[in-house]
């Protein structure tokens, strides 16, 4: 971890840098913007991240690694000092994560590696903007800042479940707010946002829908043998229907290939995790009025009076 944060330079010193490249300057700059963004008008905590730049040689940060049992959705867990369990556990080194890959499939395991462009370390280390940025959409930059400082601004232990939550929603609704305060509900990159938000809600649909077909099937009394086949031929069913259907669904090129991707109860809880009770947030947004910076701070308010913000939202709707 300390290989791939140490070298960052501070942001103002490397504009200063004559020889910068004009892409690296123009992520920079509209990092700034949306960092100002998110602190100025979201009310997300001020730190240090995102305020230093460092290249590197890949096009992304860290391998993450979960798993899930083969025929119950029963994640595994990784539990680190001071920070509690985690679904997931992140390798710098690719050879590293796919050897605790290959382990974790011995042990029976469905598993999943994925590359993940950046991880929040909640103020114990100054997350730093990286090189292979350049290449991202502002949409992407913008909900990747937002997102990571929303796990800075709201943190509970034990419940990576409604933290990846709370991020995606705050993430999402956060990019499309700087996105129209900076070009306009009418502009083309406002639009565009709205059509790859879209593409991803209807995916998350399917991913849900197919989330529920698997756990019937879980908890049904069928022998482990009888389970794993029918889990074979409906995860073929869906693939087949993606494919079939995928063109017709999907406004962008985003998950045109998804067909081709390879499902498992790791790859569906993965997806489950970022997003399996967006509803709730949603719900309680529209209760605050739609107002975010609102609704950050009544999360925030709730967590350190020793609730649980979930419960707050929930009590809050039920009112």
């Known amino acids: 971890m300390l290989n791939s944060y140490g070298g960052a330079r501070e942001i103002p010193a490397v504009l200063e840098d004559e020889e910068l490249a004009g892409r690296e300057r123009d992520l920079l700059l509209a990092v700034q913007r949306i960092r ?120 509970v232990k034990n419940d990576a479940g409604f933290n990846e939550q709370f991020a995606t929603f705050v993430g999402r609704k956060g990019a499309l707010m700087y996105l129209e305060r900076a070009h306009g509900r009418g502009s083309e990159a406002y639009r565009g946002a709205v059509d790859a938000l879209g593409d991803r809600d209807r995916f ?26 029918r889990k074979r031929a409906i995860i073929d069913d869906f693939r087949e229907d993606l494919a079939r259907t995928g063109r017709e669904r999907f406004f962008t090129d985003a998950y045109r290939g998804a067909a081709d991707m390879r499902i498992n109860n790791a790859l569906v809880l993965s997806v489950m995790r970022y997003t399996a009770d967006l509803s709730l947030f949603e719900r309680y947004y529209r209760a605050t009025g739609e107002n975010l910076p609102r609704m950050i701070r009544e999360l925030r308010g709730a967590a350190r009076e020793g609730g649980h913000p979930r419960e707050a939202m929930r009590k809050t709707l039920e009112e």
């Open 204 to 229: 998350v649909e399917l991913m849900h829908g197919l989330h529920r077909r698997l756990d019937r099937l879980y908890r049904g009394g069928l022998p482990d043998e009888e389970k794993l086949r």
């Open 36 to 155: 100002s963004f998110a602190l100025e008008e979201l009310g997300l905590r001020g730190n240090d991240n995102y305020t230093r730049y460092r290249r590197i040689d890949r096009d992304y940060l860290v391998n993450v690694v979960s798993a899930c049992e083969k025929t119950r959705f029963r994640v595994k867990t990784w539990r680190f000092p001071l920070f509690g369990s985690f679904t997931y556990k992140g390798y710098f080194r690719r050879e590293d994560a796919l050897r605790a890959a290959r382990r974790l499939e011995k042990q029976g395991y469905d598993v999943l590696v994925r590359r993940v462009q950046a991880f929040s370390t909640l103020g114990c280390l100054r997350d730093p903007v990286f090189s292979f940025m350049t290449g991202y959409t502002e949409l992407e930059l913008a909900e990747l800042i937002i997102h990571e400082q929303a796990h800075a601004t709201l943190f």
